[in-house]
């Protein structure tokens, strides 16, 4: 899919992002970065406060190490972290 802008500025729906090419400059914007959070009361739900206990800052890694499994049920995800933004010039 491909719409025109101004300035002559050609925008297309990359897989990946987006990509814009102009007259002097090709940009390529990126997807969102991956953000996760933890939801600590189901997490404690399903292993008890003893067990919570032993890695109560939760990282990911702790989670995965103390309570292999778990992590699809109390752990949700968005792309909504930053994304790369890359600008090229065009050969003459």
Request: a positive charge.
């Amino acid at each position: 899919m491909s719409t025109s802008i101004e300035c002559s500025i050609c925008v297309r729906f990359a897989p990946g992002g987006r990509s814009i090419h102009g007259t002097k400059f090709d940009v390529l914007l990126g997807l969102r970065a991956l953000e996760c959070a933890i939801f600590f009361t189901q997490l404690v739900k399903k292993i008890g406060a003893v067990a919570f206990s032993k890695f109560a800052k939760c990282g990911l890694g702790d989670l995965e190490k103390y309570a292999p499994g778990v992590e699809a049920s109390v752990v949700t995800g968005a792309n909504t972290g930053s994304r790369p933004l890359k600008v090229f010039a065009r050969a003459a």
